[in-house]
């Protein structure tokens, strides 16, 4: 970062404190992520007013030493007792020099500064637009660890259903929404989950409440489990995740008290998405299983599915099989939405492979990848793309063709083959 980068830096930090202490209807998804670890808004700590500024924080935060000293050439800056705090003397100032030096920039990614500038100047910035695009609080780590520290500090209990199950809050999750190729279907059936949060209270109020509970279906590689990490990044909402086949192997004699504390733990820490993986584990054990115990857990888990809901509990309720089959109609009827997860057609494998291709120097027939990859899952088009980029790799190549390809094709192929051979 140059000098002139690092000033401009540090006057946009100081201008953020100042106008957020001066505008009590800014909240903190006005400031930005780096903002929010600059002043201290954490996970264990509450956030306050006044937002304070000093050259130690900078140097622990920004990496940027010095401050004041870097300052010192810009009279709109005031540093007092020693660098302990910096403040802007004449907010009109510092904001007329912040432009002249090449602010705007920083201004259409800081919600803060855009909400004075929509009000001060005529650069058409958007402050709903810069607040839209800034990532909120809810998305982070640490605002997932505070909630979970304050619901444990309220009731030691749930550390055991905390010890059954993935957090991961939406910051945390790599997989992007508009990285999926969906189905038509697929599209109508999370547009209705958005269109009812946004209208919880409406259906309340007409007693509808069997709203967001849905079955994902298809074979492995087709993207369930994507598209329920997606979802937690699009709607902003953190995903519990839990493997039934886990609980119930480890805590045979504790599952059905395990699961009531995962749906309690659930309903606690909304709005979330609870993610239940295997769910036919469910039906096998209705089907094969006599063991008391087993019994008593699956009961306790179509019960538990029955009580909670998106429009009362604020949980989407996400379950995924790669086996229907064996689902009985106690368990399918359960779930109002059932998803269904075949494998992509050609348009759906061309658009599939453009995306995983996006950053990659593909030299490539796609009409011709598109043919060759019939029956292929989104898993085996990955997979088969990582294995031509390897390829290339090995002969020192950054750029990927027909040939390597070819390579990893021959690779999902004998994976296929490997799965189908009996061992006995």
């Known amino acids: 970062m140059s ?17 957020f202490n001066r505008h009590a209807e800014l909240d903190i998804n006005d400031l930005t992520p780096e903002c929010r670890e600059l002043f201290g808004v954490n ?21 940027i030493a010095d401050a004041c000293a870097k300052l010192s050439s810009t009279p709109i800056i005031a540093c007092e007792e020693f660098g302990q705090r910096i403040r802007v003397p004449s907010l009109e100032a510092a904001v007329g020099w912040f432009v002249r030096k090449g602010g ?11 909400f004075f500038f929509q009000e ?29 520290a304050e619901i444990l500090a309220a009731n030691e209990e749930f ?10 809050s939406p910051e945390e999750i790599e997989q992007k929404f508009e990285d999926f190729i969906c189905t038509g279907e697929q599209k109508r059936i999370i547009g209705k989950i958005r269109t009812a949060r946004e209208h919880r209270d409406l259906l309340a109020r007409h007693r509808i409440h069997e709203v967001g509970k849905l079955l994902f279906v298809g074979p492995p590689g087709t993207g369930k489990t994507s598209l329920a990490l997606a979802l937690s990044r699009e709607m902003h909402l953190p995903l519990i995740e839990v493997r039934l086949s886990m609980v119930t192997s480890q805590y045979l004699g504790e599952t059905s008290k395990n699961i009531d504390r995962i749906f ?22 209705r089907v094969a299983d006599d063991h008391g115990a087993m019994k008593r857990a699956v009961n306790s888990l179509l019960k538990n599915i029955d009580r909670i809901s998106l429009i009362k509990d604020s949980v989407l309720l996400i379950g995924a099989t790669n086996h229907p089959q064996l689902l009985d109609e106690a368990a399918w009827r359960r779930f109002d939405e059932i998803v269904e997860f075949g494998l992509p057609d050609s348009e759906m494998r061309l658009q599939i492979l453009k995306t995983v291709t996006a950053s990659i120097d593909c030299r490539c027939d796609f009409g011709m990848l598109v043919a060759a990859t019939e029956g292929f899952s989104g898993a085996d088009l990955r997979i088969m793309v990582k294995e031509a980029l390897l390829s290339a790799l090995m002969e020192r190549r950054t750029y990927i063709t027909d040939q390597d390809i070819e390579r990893g094709i021959l690779l999902i192929g004998s994976r296929g083959a490997v799965r189908t051979q009996n061992w006995l």
């Open 3 to 19: 000098a002139d980068d690092e000033t401009l830096k540090l006057l946009e930090v100081a201008l953020t404190a100042e106008i």
């Open 43 to 63: 996970g264990d700590q509450e956030f306050k007013r006044p937002l304070l500024l000093s050259e130690g924080m900078i140097k622990r935060n920004l990496g």
């Open 104 to 114: 705007i920039p920083l201004i259409r990614n800081n919600p803060t500064l855009a």
């Open 120 to 148: 001060s100047d005529t650069s058409q910035i958007s402050y709903e637009e810069v607040r839209a695009r800034n990532p909120p609080y809810e998305d982070t780590r640490a605002y997932t660890a505070k909630k979970i």
């Open 159 to 168: 550390r055991h259903a905390l010890d059954l199950v993935i957090v991961s």
């Open 264 to 285: 309690d733990f659930a309903r606690k820490f909304a709005p979330c998405i609870l993610f239940i993986d295997e769910f036919d584990f469910v039906a096998k054990s």
